[in-house]
């Protein structure tokens, strides 16, 4: 097994893209799971850059940062979770820190840059989407 994982290209990257999706799921649910905590307390006070409301601003940055989150961890709906989790870091990245130095930007773009990767790509070998469609997502790409 470790042969097949060092010589071939395919294990390697399906063990890459978990690695990545598990490392930043997590950062991520970590970072958005004391928003769904303290939702009440923040609803009224969050950030609205897209003028729908802080409230819903709120319900829309929980949904990405934990439940999109989560989906990537297990590598289910890989990419379509992606897409949300990547609009959020644009929002973060240009409106709510558009005014900030890079060193608070940073952060974002760099989960930016993690997201639109796992949009191209999808969840690899190890994941749910694999168990249950094959390879029909490779397919895709």
Not at 96 to 105: I, S
Request: charged share 15%.
């Amino acid at each position: 097994m470790l042969s097949k994982l060092l010589h071939s290209r395919e294990p390697a990257t399906s063990f890459g893209l978990l690695v990545l999706r598990v490392s930043f799921g997590c950062f991520m649910l970590v970072h958005g799971w004391p928003k769904l905590m303290g939702f009440s307390q923040m609803a009224d006070k969050f950030p609205d850059p897209l003028g729908m409301g802080s409230q819903l601003s709120l319900v829309a940055a929980v949904g990405a940062e934990v439940g999109c989150s989560i989906l990537l961890i297990l590598g289910l709906g890989t990419r379509l979770a992606a897409i949300p989790l990547a609009f959020t870091m644009i929002v973060a990245l240009f409106m709510v820190h558009g005014a900030d130095p890079w060193q608070v930007k940073e952060k974002a773009a760099l989960y930016l840059a993690v997201y639109v990767v796992l949009v191209f790509t999808g969840s690899g070998r190890f994941s749910v989407d694999h168990c249950l469609w094959g390879n029909r997502e490779e397919e895709i790409s």
